[in-house]
């Protein structure tokens, strides 16, 4: 501030005749050391002559110099005639007049002040370069009137020039859009602030906008290069190409398509080079305006593009093709264009370039992509076409990898459908979930299998085994070992029988086939569970134990002594048995799931174990929480995963009798029975189950050995059992015209849905099992 009080009074001749205090404080001297003194005198440089301002640099009273900038007004007499001479001083960095206005006129941005009715006060060069119109044209008319018909989003520019007058505070505003004195898109970032006087009212609202089209452009390039990632999230063919068009429009092309080749939607091997005359399968377009254009080519159906168009040359020269208006090649194209759709000509006309890029990946093409820019953007430009190319090179990588899983897949499950399960069957024991997840390794599909298989009784046997090694042999084996152990546990074998039985089926097929599976070997685990008693009984073949997670969410291993592998023959299996509580869920697993090179296989299965209480709505949840947390990031073997909760037969759902071995006791069996069926309101089926009964019943009592039992079993069927001490199985026979017996089984057989006998430990079981009635 002591720059604006500091003046001099000099008169005519040039002596001092007024300082002020301001002056005092700046050269040290005091009025009475200066007043009535040559003002020259002062200065330590000589300034020009006749200069009445300018920068002059004062002697100080200690010695120093001190630059200042003069400002000199004459002082005139009566006469109007100079009679002496003001002079005041500025800061030395102080602009020169007009300086400021000169650089705001000139600044290469635009900049403008309106009054808070939004009317130009202000405007320099670059704002008038903008608008189309000169300063004449725009000072004194409001802005909203000045910006009408132009084609950019008016309302929401003017919404922040109105914030920044009703509120007082600065805004930042970007926009993309045509200019109002053109048509080219252009980015701008503008500030706008509010301009107050010294009592702090708000006078006007000042704005500078700085183009700034290339940093979005720039900008633009890494969003479409970090968005490419995104592209191939699936193994689908299709679905990658249209994950690229949806990359490409509207942010990159007015209208984009890709076309494949034949083959590579396909499972076939790769064609030595692509077709000459360049006929393709559309997979995928978008337009950025609907119906703009209207695609000629339908999806799914064949694209011929002619030689000299540019998607024929990119998959031809295996390179970017750009092209556009003027081009020859082009025009032709477009006539020829305009022959097949004629509908589409605006759309063409509007075209100001493309770009045509093949997709090509490992050294293969595998289509070509189109981009189409319509102005009134830029037409493409060669860092247009470099970036075209990354983007479609990395999409073309994901096509590829799609096409060889698809074609990997294929076969993966041809084998799957013919081996595995293609639905667990119904059954009340337990509730079931699974996972089976080949091998993504380069030596094949592994020999992983499951099964569930439901008993008699409404018990079910639970199984999983892993034939060692992948490949066609493997799998064959696999296949032979899931059926013999379904065909085995048809005829209710103890889990350590059933292995038994499946080792000496291994030990044949390996001498049958020179050694073969020996070499590769196999490993199983065979578990079945009974509802009524809720034991779980299971034996080993050289298979990784069960894990155990029980209703108070502890969890454990199942502790049992594993046999060998099957094939090794001469060895017994063991049978382990416990006692489940109702939910319990057991978790049978393959190798795959918790071996893998240098990891430590009692590590994994205590994650496992962890992964188990894990909260899940579900099995299905469950399953793949598990696989999640325990299965190797990179597995090298197939996993298979079964998942199994126990339920339990309520009281309600049984009931027993002991029967005396007399056959005068078989009718009070029955009416017991009949008394039964009607207290769980099963009267329908009182006739079947009483002349079942009645035959199982007589045949214990005629041919088995005491205690004799009777158990009825209401679940989703109704099964009749009958125990007894003899291990003789009974079997159907033709009885003759004439024979007085013979014919109970027969009969039993067509009345019931199906029946049969297993061994057990104190003898044998008869078992019939009926559907229930609907309801």
Same mark, same amino acid.
């Given at each position: 501030?002591?720059?604006?009080?500091?003046?001099?009074?000099?008169?005519?001749?040039?002596?001092?005749?007024?300082?002020?205090?301001?002056?005092?404080?700046?050269?040290?001297?005091?009025?009475?050391?200066?007043?009535?003194?040559?003002?020259?005198?002062?200065?330590?440089?000589?300034?020009?002559?006749?200069?009445?301002?300018?920068?002059?640099?004062?002697?100080?009273?200690?010695? %120093?110099?001190?630059?200042?900038?003069?400002?000199?007004?004459?002082?005139?007499?009566?006469?109007?005639?100079?009679?002496?001479?003001?002079?005041?001083?500025?800061?030395?960095?102080?602009?020169?007049? !007009?300086?400021?206005? %000169?650089?705001?006129?000139?600044?290469?941005?635009?900049?403008?002040?309106?009054?808070?009715?939004?009317?130009?006060?202000?405007?320099?060069?670059?704002?008038?370069?903008?608008?189309?119109? =000169?300063?004449?044209?725009?000072?004194?008319?409001?802005?909203?009137?000045?910006?009408?018909?132009?084609?950019?989003?008016?309302? &929401?520019?003017?919404?922040?020039?109105?914030?920044?007058?009703?509120?007082?505070?600065?805004?930042?505003?970007?926009?993309?859009?045509?200019?109002?004195?053109?048509?080219?898109?252009?980015?701008?970032?503008?500030?706008?602030?509010?301009?107050?006087?010294? =009592?702090?009212?708000?006078?006007?609202?000042?704005?500078?906008?700085?183009?700034?089209?290339?940093?979005?452009?720039?900008?633009?390039?890494?969003?479409?290069?970090?968005?490419?990632?995104?592209?191939?999230?699936?193994?689908?063919?299709?679905?990658?190409? $249209?994950?690229?068009?949806?990359?490409?429009?509207?942010?990159?092309?007015?209208?984009?398509?890709?076309?494949?080749?034949?083959?590579?939607?396909?499972?076939?091997?790769? %064609?030595?080079?692509?077709?000459?005359?360049?006929?393709?399968?559309?997979?995928?377009?978008?337009?950025?305006?609907?119906?703009?254009?209207?695609?000629?080519? %339908?999806?799914?159906?064949?694209?011929?593009?002619?030689?000299?168009?540019?998607?024929?040359?990119?998959?031809?020269?295996?390179?970017?093709?750009?092209?556009?208006?003027?081009?020859?090649?082009?025009?032709?194209?477009?006539?020829?264009?305009?022959?097949?759709?004629?509908?589409?000509?605006?759309?063409?006309?509007?075209?100001?370039?493309?770009?045509?890029?093949?997709?090509?990946?490992?050294?293969?093409?595998?289509?070509?992509?189109?981009?189409?820019?319509?102005?009134?953007?830029?037409?493409?430009?060669?860092?247009?076409?470099?970036?075209?190319?990354?983007?479609?090179?990395? *999409?073309?990588?994901?096509?590829?990898?799609?096409?060889?899983?698809?074609?990997?897949?294929?076969?993966?499950? *041809?084998?799957?459908?013919?081996?595995?399960?293609?639905?667990?069957?119904?059954?009340?024991?337990?509730?079931?979930?699974?996972?089976?997840?080949?091998?993504?390794?380069? *030596?094949?599909?592994?020999?992983?299998?499951?099964?569930?298989?439901?008993?008699?009784?409404?018990?079910?046997?639970?199984?999983? !085994?892993?034939?060692?090694?992948?490949?066609?042999? &493997?799998?064959?084996?696999? !296949?032979?070992?899931?059926?013999?152990?379904?065909?085995?546990?048809?005829?209710?074998?103890?889990?350590?029988?059933?292995?038994?039985?499946?080792?000496?089926?291994?030990?044949?097929?390996?001498?049958?086939?020179?050694?073969?599976?020996?070499?590769?070997?196999?490993?199983?685990?065979?578990?079945?569970?009974?509802?009524?008693?809720?034991?779980?009984?299971?034996?080993?073949?050289?298979?990784?134990?069960?894990?155990?997670?029980?209703?108070?969410?502890?969890?454990?291993?199942?502790?049992?002594?594993?046999?060998?592998?099957?094939?090794?023959?001469?060895?017994?299996?063991?049978?382990?048995?416990?006692?489940?509580?109702?939910?319990?869920?057991?978790?049978?697993?393959?190798?795959?799931?918790?071996?893998?090179?240098?990891?430590?296989?009692?590590?994994?299965?205590?994650?496992?174990?962890?992964?188990?209480?894990?909260?899940?709505?579900?099995?299905?949840?469950?399953?793949?929480?598990?696989?999640?947390?325990?299965?190797?990031?990179?597995?090298?073997?197939?996993?298979?995963?079964?998942?199994?909760?126990?339920?339990?037969?309520?009281?309600?759902?049984?009931?027993?009798?002991?029967?005396?071995?007399?056959?005068?006791?078989?009718?009070?069996?029955?009416?017991?029975? &009949?008394?039964?069926?009607?207290?769980?309101?099963?009267?329908?089926?009182?006739?079947?189950? $009483?002349?079942?009964?009645?035959?199982?019943?007589?045949?214990?009592?005629?041919?088995?050995?005491?205690?004799?039992?009777?158990?009825?079993?209401?679940?989703?069927?109704?099964?009749?059992?009958?125990?007894?001490?003899?291990?003789?199985?009974? /079997?159907?026979?033709?009885? /003759?015209?004439?024979?007085?017996?013979?014919?109970?089984?027969?009969?039993?057989?067509?009345?019931?849905?199906?029946?049969?006998?297993?061994?057990?430990?104190?003898?044998?079981?008869?078992?019939?099992?009926?559907?229930?009635?609907? $309801?």
């Amino acid at each position: 501030m002591e720059y604006s009080s500091a003046a001099m009074i000099v008169d005519a001749r040039g002596t001092v005749t007024g300082w002020s205090d301001g002056a005092r404080r700046i050269t040290g001297y005091a009025a009475a050391e200066v007043v009535g003194r040559p003002a020259r005198g002062l200065l330590a440089r000589e300034v020009p002559p006749g200069a009445l301002s300018g920068t002059a640099v004062i002697r100080h009273r200690d010695g %120093h110099a001190v630059p200042l900038r003069l400002r000199v007004c004459p002082l005139l007499d009566a006469d109007g005639a100079p009679d002496g001479y003001a002079v005041s001083t500025a800061a030395p960095d102080a602009p020169e007049p !007009g300086l400021i206005d %000169h650089a705001v006129r000139q600044a290469s941005l635009s900049m403008s002040v309106l009054d808070p009715d939004l009317r130009f006060v202000h405007v320099n060069d670059a704002t008038c370069r903008m608008m189309g119109r =000169s300063a004449e044209e725009l000072i004194g008319h409001s802005l909203p009137d000045t910006l009408a018909g132009f084609e950019g989003d008016q309302e &929401s520019f003017l919404h922040h020039l109105r914030v920044v007058v009703d509120r007082g505070r600065p805004v930042q505003y970007e926009s993309f859009g045509p200019a109002p004195a053109g048509v080219r898109l252009h980015a701008w970032t503008v500030e706008m602030w509010p301009v107050h006087d010294a =009592s702090g009212t708000l006078t006007a609202v000042a704005m500078a906008a700085l183009e700034s089209t290339e940093q979005h452009r720039a900008r633009e390039r890494l969003a479409l290069l970090n968005a490419a990632g995104e592209v191939g999230s699936t193994l689908d063919v299709v679905r990658t190409a $249209e994950e690229l068009v949806g990359l490409l429009v509207p942010r990159f092309a007015g209208f984009a398509n890709v076309d494949l080749l034949g083959w590579v939607l396909g499972t076939d091997e790769p %064609h030595a080079a692509p077709a000459g005359d360049g006929e393709l399968r559309r997979v995928a377009h978008a337009a950025a305006t609907e119906h703009f254009p209207t695609p000629a080519v %339908h999806l799914g159906g064949n694209e011929v593009y002619p030689p000299y168009a540019p998607p024929a040359r990119a998959v031809r020269e295996g390179r970017v093709v750009l092209s556009g208006p003027g081009d020859p090649d082009f025009d032709r194209w477009m006539r020829e264009r305009a022959e097949r759709a004629p509908h589409n000509r605006p759309f063409r006309e509007a075209v100001c370039s493309t770009l045509a890029v093949p997709l090509r990946a490992r050294g293969t093409t595998l289509g070509v992509a189109l981009a189409a820019r319509t102005t009134p953007r830029e037409p493409y430009a060669a860092e247009d076409a470099v970036l075209a190319e990354e983007l479609v090179g990395r *999409a073309a990588v994901s096509v590829d990898n799609a096409r060889r899983f698809a074609r990997e897949r294929s076969t993966a499950l *041809a084998i799957q459908r013919s081996l595995l399960p293609r639905g667990l069957p119904g059954q009340a024991a337990v509730e079931v979930a699974h996972r089976y997840l080949p091998s993504a390794s380069a *030596a094949g599909i592994g020999g992983d299998w499951f099964d569930v298989i439901p008993l008699s009784g409404t018990r079910v046997g639970l199984v999983v !085994g892993d034939v060692v090694g992948h490949g066609i042999p &493997s799998t064959a084996t696999m !296949g032979r070992l899931c059926t013999a152990v379904r065909t085995l546990a048809d005829v209710d074998l103890p889990p350590d029988e059933l292995l038994t039985h499946l080792d000496d089926l291994v030990t044949h097929l390996a001498a049958d086939d020179d050694g073969e599976v020996a070499e590769l070997g196999a490993t199983c685990l065979y578990a079945v569970y009974d509802p009524v008693s809720r034991r779980l009984t299971l034996a080993a073949a050289g298979h990784p134990a069960p894990a155990l997670l029980l209703p108070d969410g502890t969890t454990r291993l199942v502790r049992m002594n594993t046999g060998p592998l099957l094939g090794v023959g001469g060895l017994p299996f063991e049978a382990t048995e416990l006692e489940l509580p109702e939910g319990t869920v057991v978790a049978l697993y393959t190798d795959g799931l918790v071996e893998d090179r240098d990891r430590d296989i009692d590590h994994a299965t205590a994650e496992l174990c962890l992964a188990l209480t894990a909260p899940a709505n579900s099995l299905d949840a469950l399953c793949d929480t598990v696989l999640k947390a325990v299965m190797p990031e990179e597995p090298s073997d197939d996993v298979a995963l079964l998942l199994a909760r126990t339920r339990a037969l309520g009281t309600d759902q049984i009931r027993t009798w002991d029967v005396l071995p007399d056959p005068a006791h078989v009718a009070a069996t029955r009416r017991s029975v &009949s008394e039964q069926l009607t207290r769980w309101g099963l009267d329908e089926t009182a006739f079947v189950t $009483e002349l079942v009964v009645s035959e199982l019943v007589t045949n214990a009592i005629r041919y088995g050995e005491p205690p004799i039992q009777l158990r009825l079993i209401r679940d989703s069927t109704l099964i009749c059992e009958v125990s007894d001490s003899s291990s003789t199985s009974p /079997h159907l026979r033709r009885a /003759h015209a004439y024979d007085e017996g013979g014919r109970g089984l027969l009969l039993v057989a067509q009345l019931t849905q199906r029946w049969g006998s297993r061994q057990t430990g104190s003898g044998k079981t008869i078992w019939a099992e009926q559907p229930l009635p609907a $309801e």
